[in-house]
Antibody, heavy 125, light 107 residues
Framework: QVQLQESGPGLVKPSQTLSLTCTVSGGSISSGSYYWSWIRQPAGKGLEWIGRIYTSGSTNYNPSLKSRVTISVDTSKNQFSLKLSSVTAADTAVYYC?????????????????WGKGTTVTVSS | DIQMTQSPSSLSASVGDRVTITCRASQGISNSLAWYQQKPGKAPKLLLYAASRLESGVPSRFSGSGSGTDYTLTISSLQPEDFATYYCQQYYSTLWTFGQGTKVEIK
């Protein structure tokens, strides 16, 4: 079965760029009609959707983060990545990657059915 | 942005109880709704999508309903492993948004 694993620095300095990678195992990132997404959760708070990417490279981002976010995919490595620039303490959170299934009938639907375990990123000097 | 408001924010219930959690969208979302369960220190787990479609492997005591702006997650008979926080999420708009969560605690 498909598994996801986040990796990257656990500590990032303010104003720097947060970079995380999600490695997909147990299946090809290019197979099926899947999107790949990033979600974050500050300690003790709710979930915030960051954005998603299709293996074609098409992306959608949360407008509140859009000017700072880049999500990319590397099919040769079976990975997708998140870059968040100009970070502040408000970006401190657990970051999750997730697979997004989709159905384009009527109704259409999306669902985040496979999640990584999450990685904690702290923004601090 | 479509705002998702869950109620209650928390509830206490006993094993065997029927539990209902409500999610209200700030505009109609045409059943474009998923529900997730999250336990402390763990990633969210998909329960339902398209408002009422049960994810494979999820117990049938979980069900979803609703239309327009108002949706409900029902646990027909609460089990010990169901104590967790539940989130609704809309995917009607390009910007996906979550409710603030409902924590289900042991009474």
């Amino acid at each position: 079965q498909v598994q996801l694993q986040e990796s990257g620095p656990g500590l990032v300095k303010p104003s720097q760029t947060l970079s995380l990678t999600c490695t997909v195992s147990g299946g090809s990132i290019s197979s099926g009609s899947y999107y790949w997404s990033w979600i974050r959760q500050p300690a003790g708070k709710g979930l915030e959707w960051i954005g998603r990417i299709y293996t074609s490279g098409s992306t959608n981002y949360n407008p509140s983060l859009k000017s700072r976010v880049t999500i990319s995919v590397d099919t040769s490595k079976n990975q997708f990545s998140l870059k968040l620039s100009s970070v502040t303490a408000a970006d401190t959170a657990v970051y999750y990657c997730a697979r997004v299934g989709a159905g384009f009938g009527d109704p259409y639907y999306y669902y985040m059915d496979v999640w990584g375990k999450g990685t904690t990123v702290t923004v601090s000097s | 942005d479509i705002q998702m408001t869950q109620s209650p924010s928390s509830l206490s219930a006993s094993v065997g109880d029927r539990v209902t959690i409500t999610c209200r969208a700030s505009q109609g979302i045409s059943n474009s709704l998923a529900w997730y369960q999250q336990k402390p220190g763990k990633a969210p787990k998909l329960l339902l999508y398209a408002a009422s479609r049960l994810e494979s492997g999820v117990p049938s005591r979980f069900s979803g309903s609703g239309s327009g702006t108002d949706y409900t997650l029902t646990i027909s008979s609460l089990q010990p492993e169901d104590f967790a926080t539940y989130y609704c999420q809309q995917y009607y708009s390009t910007l996906w948004t979550f409710g603030q969560g409902t924590k289900v605690e042991i009474k």
